[in-house]
């Protein structure tokens, strides 16, 4: 038997060569595998400085790990089309997003080509179930900034379209994940026993009364007080509202929505081992890292349940309104805004 002739050095040599190479391009695929995916974010509507506020750290090439690999690259800039205090708006934030090297497309299709997740931004409720529709049935998992609709009826329908398309979703104004009313929601003075809170109280008559901006407030005694209320009554006066509301277990719980004298954002928080301010704003950042959370797993922060009984809150204190501040029940305007919701969701088929 012969045997096999030798390699000449030179042969060798480009099997070495090769082989490195294999190796070399082998490592830098498995480290490309191994890279966080990058999740490619669009925004709907341009007429509310959070767009502004989120761009800048979720593009920030220095971004911390809970916001990092999630990039705005696309926009559609329509939002209100008759509130002034939007629609002036859109011009300034969108020269400000192109800047971040955000693309500006002419509608919602076109967008929901170019993205992974969605932040509906949009500051007017109205159009938000118009909008959210087609988003849904990509199956692109979204966030709602408040308020999440311009009526209960709507907000109903949003919730019920997600599950129906199987698509993750929530809402909320950014106080809910203030540090302190986080730790007290989460047992830090043991059970809550009550909770008054505060916020600034703008009115559009496009909207129920604290839908446009109550919502903060209402959303931070939420938080604070969890689920189970069941009634309403209003006082309201040309510079104040006062919602209160009584919770199944006995508890009470006040929303105060402030136009005149001082403002800002807080309360008390009433519990069995002491009462403590619930401390005010903590900026944009908590809220966007909840966001991130949602378009990584999928998980909601924030139940269906809980948002839907803040915006019942909110149209039973109008309905109290009208009614000259009697009670009113939740399950009363929840039962009619379900019904109108399931005639409403059957343009969409």
């Not at 000449?8 to 190479?21: K, M, T």
């Not at 400085?49 to 971004?63: C, E, G, Q, R």
């Not at 719980?253 to 401390?279: C, D, L, N, Q, W």
């Not at 949602?294 to 915006?311: H, K, Q, W």
Request: with cysteine.
């Amino acid at each position: 038997m012969r045997h096999a002739s030798k390699l000449s050095f030179g042969r060798i040599c480009r099997l070495v060569a090769v082989a490195l190479g294999l190796l070399v391009g082998g490592t830098a695929a498995l480290r490309a595998d191994d890279a966080p995916k990058v999740i490619r974010v669009g925004i709907i509507g341009l007429d509310t400085s959070h767009v502004i506020a989120f761009t800048k750290m979720l593009n920030d090439p220095k971004a911390e790990a809970d916001v990092a690999h999630c990039r705005v690259v696309a926009a559609y800039p329509k939002g209100s089309p008759d509130i002034e205090s939007s629609t002036s708006r859109v011009p300034g934030y969108t020269k400000e997003v192109v800047q971040m090297g955000v693309e500006i497309v002419d509608s919602i299709e076109v967008l929901l080509t170019k993205v992974d997740a969605v932040l509906l931004e949009t500051n007017d409720g109205r159009p938000h179930l118009e909008q959210v529709m087609p988003v849904l049935k990509a199956g692109k998992p979204v966030f709602i900034d408040k308020p999440i609709a311009a009526s209960l009826t709507d907000a109903v329908a949003i919730f019920e379209a997600a599950k129906k398309y199987k698509v993750p979703m929530f809402s909320s104004s950014s106080l809910r994940f203030s540090k302190n009313a986080q730790a007290l929601r989460n047992g830090k003075l043991g059970k809550i026993t009550g909770c008054d809170a505060f916020s600034p109280c703008s009115l559009d008559p496009t909207h129920p009364d604290l839908y446009w901006y109550g919502i903060h407030g209402v959303e931070t005694l939420f938080t604070v007080m969890g689920t189970g209320c069941q009634q309403v009554s209003r006082a309201s006066t040309t510079h104040y509202e006062l919602a209160l509301g009584e919770w199944k277990d006995g508890r009470l719980g006040t929303f105060r929505g402030i136009r005149s004298g001082g403002g800002g954002y807080g309360g008390t928080a009433f519990a069995e081992k002491g009462v403590e301010p619930i401390g005010g704003y903590d900026g944009y950042r908590p809220l966007l890292v909840e966001i991130v959370k949602l378009f990584r797993t999928g998980v909601a922060p924030v139940s269906e349940e809980e948002t839907l009984e803040i915006y019942a809150f909110m149209q039973a204190a109008d309905e109290s309104k009208r009614q000259g501040g009697a009670p009113v029940k939740l399950a009363s305007v929840m039962e009619k805004a379900r019904a109108e919701a399931a005639e409403k969701l059957k343009k969409f088929e």
